[in-house]
C-alpha cells in the first residue's frame, strides 16, 4: 500500500523572540492509502494547527511534509494553491459554502476551477450526488437548505476531483446527532468502497469511532495512537473515550 | 477614557474607511469655496464684460453643488451608520446607556466634519487661486486675481457645511434610538436572495429605452413648437428614466442569468463566482448605477456641448457681428466723432472702411415661409462685394436687372432650395416689382437685428428703388487685431448706443460670448468633477462594504485551490462591470442626447461636437479608472491577504 502523507518532525512556533508559544513539536504522520485517520485533542492541543499545515493552508516553522511524492514545503503559492485543488478535499465544520452558488455550482467549482469541460463535469456532478443523496436539491442555494444538507454538498465538493486526500476539520461539529450520523457512514461508505483516504479532525469521540485509527494530541506532541483493528464501532468508541479521560483537561465534551 | 477621546480613536480606527470619503467631502468644499469666493471677487468682476452673470452664475451653482453634495454626505452617512450598527450593538451590550452612544457617534461626525471643513477652507484659499486663474485664463481677460482669502466666501462655506454636518451628525444621533438591541446586532446578515428574472420588466425596459432613444433621434419636424419640445422631449426623458432603471434592474439579471446558460463559458475558471456574485448584488445596486447612469449622461452632455460653444465662439461672433465696428450714421460730425475714436486706437489700424446703403422696404414672398421678412432690408450687389471684400470672403454675386440673392437669415437653416424658382414683391411708393430669387449667400453685412432677411440686388436696381425709398447709411470699419479692442470698443459702444439687437462692435460680442461660455465650462467642470468624486466615492464605499461581507467567502475559495492572482483578476474583472455598465450606459445616453443637442446647437451655430465630446468621455473614464483602481486595491487588500 502506498503512502499517501508523509510529515516528519514538524514544528510550529508563533510568536517572536522572548515569547514564543509552540503549538506543534515535532509531529510525525503517516497515513496509508485507504486510510480513515483522525485527529483528536483537547481545544488548543494543536489538532487544527496540523491539518492546517497538511492542507498547505499554513506553512510549518520547520519539519518536511511529502504528499503524494511531492514535497510541499518546496512549493510557491501558486503551485500549492494547483495542489489544492487538484490533490486535496476539504470538508469543515462551517460548511464553507460559497452563498451565491447553487448546490451543484458549489460542487463542481474544483472541476471548474481546473478547466474540465462540461461533460465530464456534469457527469461527477451526478455521480457524486447520488452517492450523497442530494441530487434533488442541486439547484438549490445554501441559504435554502439545512445544516445537514448543507455538509453532504461540501463533502460533495471535496470529493468531485477525486483528491488524494480529504481533510476533515470537525466535520460535524455542527450538526445534529441524525446528520452527524449520515454524514459519519457516508464518508465510511467513502472509505471502504471508494478506498478513499481521509484524515479527521474532532473532539468527538463518536465521530472518531468511524476511523481506522485515531492519533491523540497533547500540547503540541503525539499523546498516543488507537488502531481499531478488528474490534467493532462499540468496543473501539469506548476505549477512545478511555483515552480522553486519560488525556484530561479541555477534552470534556466526549459526546 | 472620555466620551470625546473614545469617539476620535473610533475615527483613527476606520479613517482608511472614510478615507476616500473624506477626501470628496473636502474636494466638494473647496469648489463651494471657489465658487462663492468668485462669485464675491470684484477685481474679476471689474474686468470682464459679464460681470452680473457672473456672479449669478456662480450664486446659482453654487447652491446646485451643495444640494448635491449634501444629498452625498447623506446618503454616505446613512452607509456608514448601517455598516456599524453592530458595533454600536456592542457597546450597548457593554452597558453603555443609549444616550450616552448616541453622543459618542454624534462627536464622531461631527470631529470628521470639523477637520474636513479646516482642511477644505485651507486647500481653498490655497487652491480657489489657481482655479480663478483657470477661469481668468478660459475667459481671455487679464485680471488681477483678488481670490484666495476671502472672509466672505470663509463664512459662507463654513455656515453651509456646518448646517449640513450639524443635520447628519442629529441623523446619527437618532440612529441608536430607533433600532432595538437585537435589530443592531442581528442586521449584517440578512441573508440576501437570488433576484428572479422578470422577463416582462425586462422587455418594458428594454422597450422604453428604445421608444426614448427614436424619440430623442428623430429629426425635427416642420413646425417646431413648444408644445411638441415638451410632449416629445418629456416622453423621452420619463421613457429614458424608467428605462434606465429597468435595465439596470432586469435586463442585466436576464443577461447574466442568459450567460450563466452557457455551460461550457460560465462553468470554466473564475467566471462561476464573478457571475453569481454579480448577479447577487445586481438589485442592490439598481439604484445608484441609474442615478450614476444619468447624472454622468447630463454630465458629458453639458461639458460637451459648452466645450463646443466655447471652442466656436469666434466663429459664432464674426457671423453675428462681421465688421469690428458699425454703427448708423447720424450726420458728419457724430461720424467723424466715432471714426477719431477707432483712429486714435494706433494699436488696432483700421484695415478697411464702408459705407453700407441699406434700403428698408415691405416685401411679399411668392411662398409661404416661417420667417418674418419685414421689413426686407435691400444692399447693391456692389455693396455686398465690397463688404466680401473687406472681409476676406470669396462669396461674391453677379445680379443683373431684377435678379436678387437672398442672405441666410442668421440662426435659422433654409437651404437654396427653398427660394429656388420663387420670387418676392416688393412694395414700394409708387407700384410695386416683383424680384425672382436667383441665389443665396451666406455672408452677412451688419450685426444681427431680428427680423434679419437681407436682399442683394443688382446695382440700377438699387439706384431705381433709392429714388423712390431713402436708403439709410451704415458705417462699417473693420481693424486689425480687433479681438484685443478692449477699451475702442467700450467707447464706441457708448457713443453709438444701441442701433442693432447685439453690440454694434465685434469684440463686444466675441468677449461676452467667450466669457459666458468660459464660466459655464468652468461651472460644469467643476460641477462634474464633483459629482465625479462622489460617485466614484459611492461605488468605491459600496464595492468595500462587499468586500468586507464576503471575506469568508473569498477564504473558501483560497482554501479548495484559487490563487492569489485568479483571485485578483476575479476582483478586477468584477470591478471592471460595476464601474463599466454605468459608465457606458451613461456614455450611451450622452451620445444619443448629444447627437440631438448637436442637432439643436450645430443648426443655431454650425460647429462640430465630436471632438469636444469625445474630451469629455474621455476625461470620464479617467477619473472612473484611477476609482476603478483604487477599488480593486482597497478590495484585494481585503479580501487577498
Known amino acids: 500500500m502506498n503512502i499517501v502523507v508523509e510529515a516528519k518532525q514538524i514544528k510550529k512556533v508563533y510568536g517572536a523572540k522572548g515569547n514564543v508559544f509552540s503549538a506543534l513539536e515535532d509531529i510525525d504522520l503517516t497515513v496509508m492509502e485507504g486510510e480513515f485517520v483522525g485527529i483528536m485533542g483537547p481545544s488548543g492541543s494543536g489538532k487544527s494547527t496540523l491539518l492546517n499545515i497538511l492542507a498547505t493552508i499554513d506553512e510549518p516553522t520547520a519539519g518536511d511534509i511529502v504528499v503524494d511524492g511531492i514535497n510541499l514545503t518546496k512549493m510557491n503559492e501558486e503551485q500549492l494553491s494547483a495542489f489544492r485543488r487538484d490533490k486535496l478535499g476539504f470538508l469543515f465544520q462551517d460548511y464553507n459554502l460559497l452563498d451565491t452558488l447553487t448546490v451543484k455550482e458549489n460542487i463542481i467549482l474544483p472541476l471548474a476551477l481546473a ?54 476539520d470537525e466535520p460535524t461539529g455542527a450538526l445534529d446527532s441524525k446528520s452527524a450520523t449520515d454524514l459519519l457512514e457516508s464518508l465510511k461508505d467513502l472509505n471502504e468502497q471508494d478506498k478513499a ?51 484530561g483537561g479541555g477534552a470534556n465534551d466526549v459526546i | 477614557m472620555t466620551l470625546f477621546s473614545l469617539a476620535r480613536k473610533n475615527i483613527k480606527g476606520n479613517f482608511n474607511n472614510y478615507f476616500v470619503y473624506f477626501v470628496t467631502l473636502v474636494f466638494s468644499m473647496v469648489i463651494y469655496y471657489t465658487f462663492t469666493s468668485l462669485q464675491y471677487s470684484e477685481k474679476i468682476q471689474e474686468s470682464i464684460e459679464l460681470s452680473d452673470t457672473m456672479s449669478f452664475m456662480f450664486g446659482v451653482s453654487s447652491i446646485i453643488l451643495i444640494l448635491f453634495v449634501a444629498i452625498f454626505i447623506l446618503y454616505s452617512n446613512s452607509f456608514f451608520t448601517r455598516k456599524r450598527k453592530k458595533e454600536v450593538g456592542l457597546y450597548a451590550i457593554l452597558g453603555l446607556r443609549k444616550k450616552t452612544i448616541a453622543k459618542m457617534l454624534f462627536y464622531e461626525n461631527l470631529i470628521m466634519g470639523i477637520i474636513a471643513i479646516v482642511i477644505g477652507i485651507i486647500l481653498g484659499t490655497l487652491l480657489s487661486k489657481l482655479f480663478a486663474m483657470i477661469l481668468i485664463k478660459l475667459m481671455g481677460s487679464i485680471a488681477e486675481v483678488d481670490v484666495g482669502i476671502s472672509i466672505l466666501a470663509i463664512t459662507q462655506t463654513v455656515i453651509v457645511f456646518m448646517v449640513i454636518i450639524l443635520f447628519t451628525s442629529v441623523q446619527g444621533y437618532r440612529l441608536i434610538y430607533r433600532f432595538t438591541l437585537i435589530e443592531l446586532f442581528y442586521d449584517e446578515k440578512k441573508g440576501e436572495q437570488i433576484p428572479k428574472v422578470s422577463l416582462i420588466s425586462a422587455v418594458i425596459g428594454v422597450i422604453l429605452l428604445v421608444v426614448s432613444y427614436w424619440l430623442i433621434l428623430k429629426p425635427f419636424p416642420d413646425e417646431f413648437t413648444t408644445e411638441y419640445l415638451i410632449k416629445n422631449y418629456g416622453i423621452a426623458f420619463v421613457a429614458l428614466v424608467i428605462g434606465t432603471h ?33 448577479l447577487f448584488r445586481i438589485r442592490g445596486n439598481a439604484r445608484t448605477f441609474t442615478v450614476i447612469a444619468l447624472l454622468s449622461a447630463a454630465t458629458i452632455c453639458f461639458l460637451g456641448a459648452t466645450y463646443s460653444g466655447y471652442y466656436s465662439n469666434e466663429k459664432r461672433a464674426k457671423e453675428v457681428v462681421p465688421f469690428s465696428y458699425s454703427h448708423l450714421s447720424k450726420g458728419p460730425e457724430f461720424d467723424s466723432q466715432v471714426e477719431s475714436i477707432i483712429k486714435a486706437d494706433h494699436r488696432h489700424p483700421i484695415k478697411a472702411k464702408l459705407d453700407i446703403p441699406v434700403i428698408q422696404v415691405k416685401g411679399i414672398l411668392s411662398f409661404q415661409l416661417d420667417y418674418d421678412i419685414n421689413p426686407v432690408k435691400l444692399i447693391s450687389e456692389s455693396t455686398f462685394n465690397k463688404v466680401a471684400n473687406a472681409l476676406n470672403k470669396d462669396e461674391t454675386v453677379s445680379l443683373s436687372g431684377n435678379q436678387a440673392a437672398v442672405i441666410q437669415p442668421r440662426f435659422t437653416e433654409y437651404t437654396k432650395s427653398v427660394f429656388k424658382g420663387e420670387n418676392i414683391t416688393i412694395q414700394l411708393p409708387q407700384g410695386s416689382s416683383e424680384l425672382p430669387f436667383v441665389h443665396m449667400v451666406e455672408s452677412n453685412v451688419l450685426p444681427f437685428d431680428y427680423p434679419d432677411f437681407f436682399l442683394v440686388v443688382s446695382n440700377e436696381m438699387f439706384a431705381k428703388i433709392a429714388k423712390k425709398e431713402a436708403p439709410l447709411t451704415y458705417k462699417v470699419y473693420e481693424v486689425e487685431n480687433e479681438v484685443t479692442a478692449q477699451a475702442t470698443s467700450r467707447k464706441v459702444n457708448k457713443l453709438v448706443g444701441n442701433d442693432f439687437q447685439v453690440s454694434s462692435s465685434f469684440y463686444t460680442e466675441y468677449k461676452q460670448g467667450k466669457e459666458g461660455n468660459a464660466i459655464t465650462l468652468f461651472i460644469f467642470g467643476f460641477l462634474g468633477l464633483v459629482f465625479l468624486a462622489a460617485s466614484g466615492s459611492i461605488i468605491y464605499f459600496k464595492q468595500l462594504t462587499e468586500a468586507n461581507e464576503a471575506k469568508g467567502q473569498y477564504e473558501i475559495l483560497r482554501k479548495i485551490g484559487v490563487n492569489k492572482k485568479d483571485i485578483r483578476k476575479s476582483i478586477k474583472r468584477q470591478s471592471l462591470f460595476v464601474f463599466g455598465l454605468p459608465l457606458t450606459v451613461g456614455i450611451l445616453h450622452s451620445c444619443v442626447t448629444l ?47
Open chain 1, 115 to 168: 478547466k474540465l469541460n462540461v461533460e465530464e463535469l456534469e457527469r461527477r456532478a451526478d455521480e457524486v450526488a447520488d452517492k450523497f443523496g442530494i441530487r434533488d436539491i442541486l439547484n438549490k442555494y445554501p441559504y435554502q437548505i439545512s445544516g445537514g444538507q448543507k455538509q453532504r454538498t461540501a463533502a460533495s465538493r471535496a470529493i468531485i476531483s477525486k483528491p488524494n486526500i480529504i481533510l476533515a
Open chain 1, 197 to 247: 483516504t481521509i484524515l479527521m479532525v474532532t473532539h468527538d469521540a463518536y465521530a472518531a469511532s468511524y476511523c481506522n485509527r485515531v492519533l491523540f494530541i497533547k500540547d503540541g506532541k503525539i499523546f498516543t495512537e488507537l488502531v481499531k483493528g478488528k474490534r467493532s464501532r462499540k468496543e473501539f468508541f469506548n476505549k477512545v473515550l478511555d483515552v480522553l479521560s486519560a488525556l
Open chain 2, 246 to 278: 429597468l435595465f439596470f434592474r432586469s435586463v442585466t439579471v436576464y443577461l447574466l442569468r442568459l450567460s450563466q446558460k452557457n455551460k461550457s463559458r460560465y462553468y470554466r475558471g473564475t467566471r462561476i463566482i464573478e457571475t453569481s456574485r454579480l
Open chain 2, 595 to 641: 447627437y440631438f443637442t448637436s442637432n439643436f446647437i450645430s443648426n443655431l451655430i454650425g460647429i462640430n461636437l465630436i471632438f469636444p465630446i469625445l474630451m469629455a468621455i474621455v476625461f470620464f473614464v479617467i477619473i472612473y479608472a484611477v476609482y476603478y483602481v483604487l477599488t480593486v486595491n482597497t478590495y484585494n487588500r481585503i479580501v487577498n491577504k
